[in-house]
């Protein structure tokens, strides 16, 4: 049985990589917002500020499409639940077959 070939082997490790570095990244943000919406941490932090917005600027894209769909709960926001549940769908189901089936098809 042959390996896959290197370069979709490198590939699909480091898509791999990148939705777990996004996972942390979310949940950085979830709890930073929740530490901020209860006054627990100040925005008036020079460092709290610059990493909120960081995280906003990464997150923000991503949650839009999901809100869109979502209905309106007020002041809680369900976006980040629901892109951590599609990416550990991703990286549990979709990555996966994806190895499988380039294994399969390079034998």
């Known amino acids: ?13 480091i898509i791999q990589v990148l939705l777990n570095v996004l996972w942390w990244i979310i949940i950085v943000q979830a709890i930073l917002s929740i530490l901020i919406s209860f006054n627990v941490i100040n925005t008036h932090n020079d460092f709290v500020r610059s990493l909120y917005r960081a995280l906003m600027t990464v997150t923000e894209p991503i949650y839009r499409p999901v809100r869109r769909i979502l209905p309106d709960f007020g002041a809680l926001d369900f976006a980040p639940f629901v892109v951590l549940i599609l990416l550990g769908i991703t990286q549990s189901i979709i990555l996966p077959a994806i190895y499988r089936a380039t294994a399969a098809t390079f034998i």
Request: glycine share 0%; proline share 8%; aromatic share 0%.
């Open 1 to 13: 049985m042959r390996e896959r070939p290197h370069a979709l082997n490198v590939l699909l490790d």
